[in-house]
Every structure is written in structure tokens, then in C-alpha cells.
């Protein structure tokens, strides 16, 4: 399913599964075992699930979007969330994936949920979603060095991320190589 999902943005191909170590390895270094970590798995593979609904022209887009196409792609965690819903087995994994573009600071969405309001594991992806995307290529700009990417995410500690998840984020990046 992740791999659908990738599929149908070639910028995108194989996003879910870096989010994915990224997350795990976050989940690792906070004492998290078992069926917590393969939760976290799952629910990075299907953080972007909601993109399916979002049209072609929006997801392909080669310039910035305006303001109304900007509105329609941050439904997307609200899709995902929709889609999950239909399934029972996989609606655990509804709050990681509808909340992780919260912010800190609550100035996040679709929810502007803050602080200890957003779900643990949708705090954790948000920071691997972030570092993927950065560093990726994407249709309206190039891809950022890890050494930009790490300091904007440092430079959003207590706004956009978890000051207490981050420098253990951080850490894990660069032990990543």
C-alpha cells in the first residue's frame, strides 16, 4: 500500500519507508518495543494515505501552490484518517496519522492540536516526514544538504517540533550517516 501510495508521486517514491526507519529508530532511542514500534511502522506507511484524494494537478504541481490548492493538500491527514476509518483493524492508526502535521506550538493542522494534545507517534513522524521531504527532490524545488535540512529543524524546536523529541531525533540523523 505504501508503495502505491509513493508510486503515484515519482518525488516521492520510497518516502514512507525513510520515514519509516527514521521513526522506528526515534521510537528505539524513547525505550519503545514491540507491537509500540511496528504501530509506529504501520502508521508511517500510512501517513500519506490520504494523498489518493488530493487531485494530480495539486500533487504535480512544479510551482508553489495558492492558497486554495495549499487548502486542499493539507486535507490530506483528514483523507487518511477517512480512509483508515473504513477499516477496523487499522483505525489504531487513525491519530498518528491525522495529527502529523500539528505543530508544537499549535499552529499545525488539521486539528492545531499542541504540546501533549499531539499523539506521540504523529509527533515522531512529523519530524521524520519533515527531514524526508527536505532532503528529497521535489517537483517545485531541489532537495536541501542534511546539514540545512538538520539546522531548519533545530531552528523549529518549540514551534513546528518537540523539544523533547528533537535533539534525540537529531542524534539519530547523524549516527545515520
Given at each position: 500500500?505504501?508503495?502505491?501510495?509513493?508510486a503515484?508521486?515519482?518525488?516521492t517514491l520510497?518516502h514512507?519507508t525513510?520515514v519509516?526507519e527514521m521513526?522506528i529508530?526515534?521510537g528505539?532511542e524513547?525505550?519503545l518495543?514491540?507491537?509500540e514500534?511496528d504501530d509506529?511502522?504501520i502508521?508511517?506507511?500510512f501517513?500519506?494515505?490520504?494523498?489518493?484524494k488530493i487531485p494530480?494537478t495539486i500533487?504535480h504541481?512544479a510551482?508553489n501552490?495558492?492558497?486554495?490548492?495549499?487548502?486542499?493538500?493539507q486535507?490530506h491527514?483528514?483523507?487518511g484518517?477517512?480512509?483508515?476509518?473504513?477499516?477496523p483493524s487499522?483505525?489504531r492508526?487513525?491519530p498518528?496519522?491525522?495529527h502529523?502535521?500539528?505543530?508544537?506550538?499549535?499552529?499545525?493542522y488539521?486539528?492545531?492540536?499542541?504540546r501533549e494534545?499531539i499523539?506521540?507517534?504523529?509527533a515522531?513522524?512529523s519530524?521524520a516526514?519533515?527531514?524526508?521531504?527536505?532532503?528529497?527532490?521535489r517537483?517545485?524545488?531541489k532537495?536541501?544538504?542534511?546539514?540545512k535540512?538538520?539546522?531548519t529543524?533545530?531552528?523549529?524546536?518549540?514551534?513546528q517540533?518537540?523539544?523533547e523529541?528533537?535533539?534525540?531525533f537529531?542524534?539519530i540523523v547523524?549516527?545515520m550517516?
Amino acid at each position: 500500500m505504501a508503495a502505491a501510495i509513493d508510486a503515484r508521486d515519482s518525488y516521492t517514491l520510497g518516502h514512507s519507508t525513510r520515514v519509516s526507519e527514521m521513526a522506528i529508530a526515534l521510537g528505539r532511542e524513547l525505550g519503545l518495543r514491540g507491537q509500540e514500534l511496528d504501530d509506529i511502522e504501520i502508521a508511517c506507511l500510512f501517513h500519506d494515505v490520504g494523498k489518493i484524494k488530493i487531485p494530480d494537478t495539486i500533487l504535480h504541481k512544479a510551482v508553489n501552490l495558492d492558497p486554495d490548492e495549499w487548502e486542499e493538500m493539507q486535507k490530506h491527514p483528514e483523507y487518511g484518517a477517512e480512509i483508515l476509518r473504513k477499516a477496523p483493524s487499522l483505525r489504531r492508526f487513525i491519530p498518528a496519522v491525522r495529527h502529523h502535521h500539528e505543530w508544537y506550538n499549535g499552529s499545525g493542522y488539521p486539528d492545531g492540536l499542541s504540546r501533549e494534545g499531539i499523539p506521540r507517534d504523529a509527533a515522531i513522524i512529523s519530524l521524520a516526514d519533515a527531514y524526508d521531504a527536505m532532503t528529497s527532490d521535489r517537483s517545485y524545488r531541489k532537495a536541501m544538504t542534511k546539514k540545512k535540512a538538520l539546522a531548519t529543524i533545530e531552528e523549529r524546536v518549540g514551534k513546528q517540533f518537540s523539544p523533547e523529541l528533537t535533539p534525540l531525533f537529531l542524534g539519530i540523523v547523524n549516527k545515520m550517516g
